[in-house]
């Protein structure tokens, strides 16, 4: 595998793993938010959404390397 297809990979890879951390902290924001502490259940709302920016951004540049390399 090149170092070119192989970063492309790595992409998805990191786009996964972020969508996996967003998820895991929409769902602290949903028991911290349920519980009444709504300063967590933002908190970790924001960080959810650092994720979810960060996965997109990674399948971005995965989607960019499957063009550049599969024309």
């Known amino acids: 595998m090149s ?15 972020h969508h996996e951390t967003a998820a895991h902290h929409h769902r602290e924001a949903a028991k911290h938010y349920e519980a009444g502490d709504h300063e967590k259940a933002g908190h970790h709302a924001h960080v959810a959404h650092a ?10 540049e995965a989607a960019k390397h499957h063009a550049e390399h599969h024309e």
Do not use: V, W
Not at 51 to 60: F, P, W
């Open 3 to 17: 170092a070119k297809a192989h970063k492309g990979g790595s992409h998805h890879e990191l786009a996964a793993e």
């Open 51 to 60: 994720h979810e920016l960060h996965a997109i951004r990674h399948g971005h």
